[in-house]
């Protein structure tokens, strides 16, 4: 209390600011939110509380006080809480939270509840060459050539495969390669076996 001009003056405390209400004659003092006053009164990774007279400063979720530097620090719950433990999944830590990210090659279930495979083949139509095929596989794909072809050298492309050049064909025998597979004739004078292995005789 200050006297001012032979009369008197109130001031409020520390955390308190005056306030007059000037029809009723009043004067009084109201506690001063310096939370909302200065939204700034506290670090980003701190929340801040107003209280009477004053404030604190709380660490967030997802963060503790390093006594020692004397603010918040990220908890890492990837290291500390094992908080990722699906099959094919991994712990991907963030500020102040964590995020359970699924393998590559696969994606959450419908229900969010697992890392499931994803199908390139149907998703992707991964595979696209001609006379290609697309295998899916446990959090991968393969392009396999169709039957009766092969990698080009440059493997950009499935061509042919002429089995008449790599294949044994007995001098009863005439070999002609079409696209994708081969046909094995008998030259004059011969048939198939029954078992159509080879060529023999007629008669």
């Known amino acids: 209390m200050n006297k001012i001009n032979q009369g008197y003056d109130c001031s409020c405390f520390p955390g308190y600011s005056k306030i007059e209400n000037r029809k009723l004659g009043k004067v009084g003092c109201e506690d001063v939110d310096e939370c909302s006053v200065n939204p700034k009164s506290c670090q980003n990774s701190e929340e801040c509380k ?91 794909f393969s392009c396999e050539c169709e039957p009766g072809f092969g990698r080009s050298l440059d493997d950009s492309d499935c061509v042919d495969i002429d089995e008449c050049e790599i294949k044994f064909t007995s001098e009863m025998e005439v070999c002609e390669d079409v696209i994708g597979f081969f046909i094995c004739e008998c030259i004059q004078g011969y048939r198939r076996n029954y078992d159509d292995t080879s060529c023999v005789v007629i008669g």
């Open 50 to 140: 107003n209280e009477i007279a004053g404030f604190s400063c709380h660490c967030k979720s997802g963060f503790q006080r390093n006594v020692e530097r004397g603010s918040c620090m990220d908890i890492d719950e990837c290291e500390i809480m094992n908080s990722c433990s699906g099959t094919h999944e991994n712990c991907l830590n963030m500020e102040g939270s964590f995020s359970c990210e699924c393998e590559s090659g696969f994606g959450r279930s419908s229900d969010d509840s697992a890392c499931v495979d994803i199908d390139e083949c149907v998703l992707l139509q991964s595979c696209s060459r001609t006379h290609e095929n697309c295998l899916n596989m446990e959090g991968t």
